[in-house]
């Protein structure tokens, strides 16, 4: 277990953090993991990645924990449509660093929308393994994605930055 | 230009560009990357779609690598309540046991190479790396994985420490040869220092460079014809 967590715990840690934006609840859902891990070895049938594995359950765990927090813009609903208030890219993005304009916007989108391009792009996961831990057909992963993207074009076009692209 | 950008978006996105950000992170089976690729080399609009998805995947890696790390308290807690656990039956351990076992034996070929022969292993780490990601890019299961078995997997992007040689996150192009990117690696004084999903990390020479040196190193390495993708890392 000891070597599971210690090759595993910073990225499940990040997946949960981009999801739930505490750390202190994100820190809070790998013990969780782990220890539904610890407890559900047994029905681990390796038909697909242990990471894979991992971060279906955080994904599951960091959206219960969301439900579960009183503050009301993170209510059930609002869960899947997060907004960062705090960091207005068109504020806060100066036109000359694409970079940091994609990062600020990367962080503005629906936490559906940060799901899926984390899983896609930092995750590696695979049509088929974003499709099992987001539970969705693999059609709509691919559409999912593409639309993100879209509105991440969006958020960057009104913070004043042109990439060529939509 | 702009106006047929537009007017890609408004109709429904084709199957191939919606298959884009996959075959930018290397995710793509053979099947599907040979597809991709053919599209890219004729349709200049897509490759340009291409490229903006490469920044997209680069970003969103460093975004990733800035969130840090859980604390001690973390495994502290996990390791308490799996302490206060019931005991477990054997069975269920040794299953545990012989799961992760099967994971991590399939997943690191590589680890099983290193302890097999380490006299040869400065030799056979970067051919085997090379061949690794060449399988993988070629439709195999095959995976590879960080040689450290305690090391979290992460994907540093950022930049490197100033005293430490450059370091560089590389994909290769699909239909790159051994001897090409080992001709590559010899030209840039570089070595590999591991490969995971396709990416290759880099170190150049033995001195450290300044960021200029290091974005000029990037650019012209983004210019090899065997060169998919090269960012900074760490």
Not at chain 1, 66 to 80: C, W
Not at chain 2, 13 to 42: C, F, K, Q, Y
Request: aromatic residues 6%; glycine residues 6%; neutral net charge.
């Amino acid at each position: 277990m000891q070597v599971l967590y210690g090759r595993h715990q910073v990225r499940v840690f990040r997946f949960g953090l981009r999801l739930v934006r505490d750390e202190q609840i994100a820190e809070d859902l790998i013990s969780e993991v782990f220890l539904d891990v610890w407890r559900q070895a047994g029905k681990f049938e390796g038909r697909s990645a242990v990471s894979t594995w991992l971060l279906a359950i955080t994904r599951f765990k960091a959206l219960s924990a969301l439900r579960r927090r009183k503050d009301a813009e993170l209510e059930d609903e609002a869960a899947n449509a997060i907004e960062d208030t705090s960091d207005n890219p068109e504020v806060a993005v100066t036109k000359k660093n694409t970079g940091d304009a994609l990062r600020k916007c990367l962080t503005a989108l629906s936490a559906e929308h940060r799901e899926i391009i984390d899983l896609v792009y930092y995750h590696e996961k695979s049509v088929e393994e974003v499709a099992e831990i987001v539970g969705i057909p693999e059609n709509t992963v691919k559409t999912r994605l593409f639309y993100a993207r879209k509105k991440l074009a969006e958020l960057l076009k009104a913070a004043g930055v042109e990439r060529g692209w939509p | 230009m702009m106006a047929l950008s537009k007017k890609m978006l408004e109709r429904d996105p084709s199957d191939i560009e919606m298959l884009l950000p996959w075959h930018a992170a290397g995710t793509l089976n053979a099947r599907d990357a040979r597809r991709v690729e053919e599209a890219l080399a004729r349709d200049p609009e897509l490759a340009r779609q291409h490229a903006v998805i490469r920044e997209e995947y680069a970003e969103t890696i460093n975004l990733n690598e800035t969130l840090g790390a859980p604390s001690a308290r973390a495994m502290q807690k996990l390791f308490a309540a799996i302490d206060a656990e019931p005991e477990r039956k054997a069975s269920v351990l040794s299953k545990l046991s012989a799961r992760f076992s099967g994971f991590f034996a399939s997943l690191s070929p590589r680890t099983l190479a290193w302890s097999a022969s380490l006299g040869a292993l400065a030799l056979l780490l970067q051919a085997g790396v090379i061949g690794a990601v060449l399988m993988k890019n070629q439709g195999s299961t095959f995976q590879t994985a960080s040689l450290s078995m305690n090391d979290p997997l992460t994907r540093d992007l950022g930049a490197g420490a100033a005293s430490a040689p450059p370091r560089a996150l590389v994909r290769f192009a699909e239909d790159a040869k051994v001897s090409e990117i080992n001709a590559l690696l010899a030209s840039y004084q570089a070595s590999i220092v591991d490969a995971r999903g396709g990416l290759f990390r880099l170190q150049f020479g033995d001195r450290a460079m300044s960021k200029d040196e290091v974005a000029s190193l990037m650019s012209k390495l983004q210019g090899e014809k065997i060169v998919n993708l090269a960012v900074a890392a760490n």
